[in-house]
């Protein structure tokens, strides 16, 4: 952010009166524009025992597979959201049960809620962010091309948790370790709570 | 927003090229700015059979009671922001537990995030945006004086809860109604799931 959204004069980076961060304030206006986490809503749509996914299109990780899922917008639920995502990536039907997964990204501003889903019927195919749509069991993931780590953190909590009741939430925070070595394989830090 | 925070030019509201929506757009440089739904993140902090709440300082609502909660900050999990905003506004230090409730509130853009949680000491006192600090039984619990339907519904809840297991999370939508005489008290109508 370089310049004001209500004047359009420059902005500076100070902590504002009474605030304990610092924030971009206008220096013509004074208006404090506030940067706060994004969240991230998506589903882990089910069809008798397999799972959808979809194959990205874009980048970031274009070409790995990932949950339906994407950035909530005002004047929706996030479970409508959810829906929506599913529609948009998958041209899929769903129905979204509970909230399954909650992952806070720290080091990206991002809050994930992933829900539980019922794939509605099998007319499914790829959206304009996707380039393939497929179920999957749980020994035909592909775990070694999956796009983010939120998303392997919950399909292997979701597949562990095949059979038991179905209501549990599961909490936790992904973050990114730092390593000396940044051409390497990201490696990422998960704390469940 | 009426200018670009990149480039300082003004902005139109158009449907961008593949997407869904009206967005900010930049006339000058193209950027398109998106606005999305903003986390609040608070707790119940419970002390024996009390929970504390903190008489609002500030608009809206300012003279209401209500539960220690802000908006969430990027860079920090929920939990963390939820205790942060109960130092804050109550200089109260506390164990945030498992989540509680969920509230969508798609009329303003909210998703509200409310934690259990287990106050560690009785050394509050009212923070920069609370007048006053207080424990309350349910008996005692100002029912006609909480800001905000999300708090008046989580704490019913709470409150017919006690003594439950205590991991389930409540989920819903709190949508305001439209009403014929404006100037009357606000409808909300809520949607559990």
Request: charged residues 25%; proline residues 5%; negative net charge.
């Amino acid at each position: 952010m370089k310049f004001c959204s209500e004047c359009g004069a420059p902005v500076a980076v100070r902590v504002p009166q009474g605030d304990h961060r610092p924030r971009h304030v206008c220096k013509a206006c004074g208006t404090v524009h506030y940067q706060n986490p994004k969240v991230v809503v998506g589903c882990i749509a089910q069809w008798e025992d397999k799972i959808l996914l979809c194959k990205r299109a874009i980048e970031p990780r274009r070409g790995f597979w990932t949950l339906p899922a994407g950035f909530m917008e005002n004047g929706e639920s996030a479970r409508e959201g959810a829906a929506r995502e599913t529609l948009e990536e998958a041209n899929a039907r769903v129905d979204i049960g509970p909230l399954y997964s909650l992952f806070n990204l720290p080091h990206i501003g991002q809050l994930y809620l992933l829900f539980r889903a019922r794939l509605l019927d099998l007319d499914f195919s790829a959206g304009d962010e996707s380039t393939e749509v497929g179920l999957f069991t749980e020994a035909e993931l592909p775990w070694s091309g999956i796009a983010f780590a939120v998303v392997t953190e919950t399909l292997k909590l979701y597949f562990s948790d095949r059979g038991s009741a179905g209501t549990l939430l599961h909490s936790g925070d992904i973050h990114r370790e730092t390593t000396r070595n940044p051409g390497s394989e990201r490696h990422y830090r998960v704390l469940l709570y």
